[in-house]
T-cell receptor, first 113, second 117 residues
């Protein structure tokens, strides 16, 4: 089966750094994605990891350890507009050719002044 | 600009009505599209995988006769919620990925907020 876990909520201060963790247990792992979703809107792509290590993109970085089934999203220099839900999603093959994207429960981040 | 277009954005209708939602890929041909449902303060739940020219693959617990999926062309998939009831009220989102760029992320439509009275 597929299982993806994230903390439900986090709070951080404007200008600070926050790390959002994601652990997963899936079969046919084929990449891990992080998405940002503001309330009432569709998710927007943040980062993608398929190999172990750190991927940096501006204020956002994402890390993956496939052996540990673990990833984190690091947000630096937090801004108020970063208040949103952050979704960890694993792309997994379902035994056929289709790669499904399975989402975690999402982490609601509140950035405070 | 948007690469996946979803229509309509909002639907409010009476119980028993059937509602059709369209998902179009604008810049590429999508042999596979995905349909998700999201309840308030919850994550996206994959409902089904829409396959062009063949039957959709439904996730466990999703009624295929309730949620009809048609993927008649390489750029269009439709989800029809048949005889909708208040418990079907939710945020429905489609996504698609350019098969020519396998490492690219799925692109999401803007979603459809369905409210059944």
């Amino acid at each position: 089966g597929q299982n993806i876990d994230q903390p439900t909520e986090m709070t951080a201060t404007e200008g600070a750094i926050v790390q959002i963790n994601c652990t997963y247990q899936t079969s046919g792992f084929n990449g891990l994605f992080w998405y940002q979703q503001h309330a009432g809107e569709a998710p927007t792509f943040l980062s993608y990891n398929v190999l172990d290590g750190l991927e940096e993109k501006g204020r956002f970085s994402s890390f993956l350890s496939r052996s540990k089934g673990y990833s984190y999203l690091l947000l630096k220099e937090l801004q108020m507009k970063d208040s949103a839900s952050y979704l960890c999603a694993v792309r997994a093959k379902d035994g056929g050719a289709t790669n499904k994207l399975i989402f975690g429960t999402g982490t609601l981040l509140a950035v405070q002044p | 600009g948007a690469v996946v277009s979803q229509h309509p954005s909002w639907v409010i209708c009476k119980s028993g009505t059937s509602v059709k939602i369209e998902c179009r890929s604008l810049d590429f041909q999508a042999t596979t599209m995905f349909w998700y449902r999201q309840f308030p303060k919850q994550s996206l739940m994959l409902m089904a995988t829409s396959n062009e020219g063949s039957k959709a693959t439904y996730e466990q617990g999703v009624e295929k006769d309730k949620f009809l999926i048609n993927h008649a062309s390489l750029t269009l998939s439709t989800l029809t919620v048949t005889s909708a009831h208040p418990e079907d009220s939710s945020f429905y989102i489609c996504s698609a990925r350019d098969p020519e760029n396998s490492n690219q992320p799925q692109h999401f439509g803007d979603g459809t907020r369905l409210s059944i009275l």
